[in-house]
């Protein structure tokens, strides 16, 4: 079925260990973002791409790296998890960044830093 | 900025009760305004979408209503199911390039008494 595919569902890291979070789509979307999801926070943007080569920050892009060499894939990187990046983790992607034929998100991967 | 506020959850309801949920935005320029739902366990869906003032979205019996006037794009439905138990979000984008981005309010969840 098409869509957005994430991998892993479920994720335990120590801190200072470093992890990718995979993100797929193959619905040929050029627009691709990362949120974290938070209790009573909503949803915080944390990277997005605009297409292949291109990648810009978000609300809160600290302590996290992304890159995008095809349309297809947009890995989030951790690169020494912290407690603090305990949450749950949303990839979307959609045909353009207005979203006005929806963005399509993942199913999430839990993320734990113990 | 741009921002979205939701009515703070959580809504419990009964089976068969009318459902609103208010939602209001602050925007520069002319947005575009969405509602996603979030099922336990599972990443967001769009719901319903309006993209220019005084357009009624509709899905799965909820409507909301782009109102100008008032910034507002409260969602309702007249009679709610056990199985519209879940977490609404509002949300906007806006901007007239590929780099816009979508910014969603923090969630209303909502749980249906039997």
């Known amino acids: 079925n098409a869509g957005v595919t994430q991998t892993p569902k479920f994720q335990v890291l120590k801190t200072g260990q470093s992890m990718t979070l995979q993100c797929a789509q193959d619905m040929n979307h050029e627009y691709m973002s990362w949120y974290r999801q938070d209790p009573g926070m909503g949803l915080r943007l944390i990277h997005y791409s605009v297409g292949a080569g291109i990648t810009d920050q978000g609300e809160v892009p600290n302590g996290y790296n992304v890159s995008r060499s095809t349309t297809e894939d947009f890995p989030l990187r951790l690169l020494s998890a912290a407690p603090s990046q305990t949450s749950v983790y949303f990839c979307a992607s959609s045909y353009s960044g207005e979203g006005l034929g929806g963005y399509t998100f993942g199913s999430g991967t839990r993320l734990t830093v113990v | 900025g741009d921002s979205v506020t939701q009515m703070e959850g959580p809504v419990t309801l009964s089976e068969e009760a009318f459902l609103t949920i208010n939602c209001t935005y602050t925007a520069t320029g002319y947005p575009s305004l969405f509602w996603y739902v979030q099922y336990p366990g599972e990443g967001l869906q769009l719901l319903l979408k309006?993209?220019?003032?005084?357009d009624k979205g509709s899905n799965k019996g909820f409507e909301a209503t782009y109102r100008k006037e008032t910034t507002s794009f409260h969602l309702e439905k007249g009679s709610v199911q056990v199985s519209d138990s879940a977490v609404y979000f509002c949300?906007?984008?806006?901007?007239?390039?590929?780099?816009?981005?979508?910014?969603f309010g923090s969630g209303t969840r909502l749980s249906i008494r039997p």
């Open positions: 309006a993209t220019k003032a005084d």
């Open positions: 949300a906007l984008t806006s901007g007239y390039s590929s780099a816009s981005k979508i910014i």
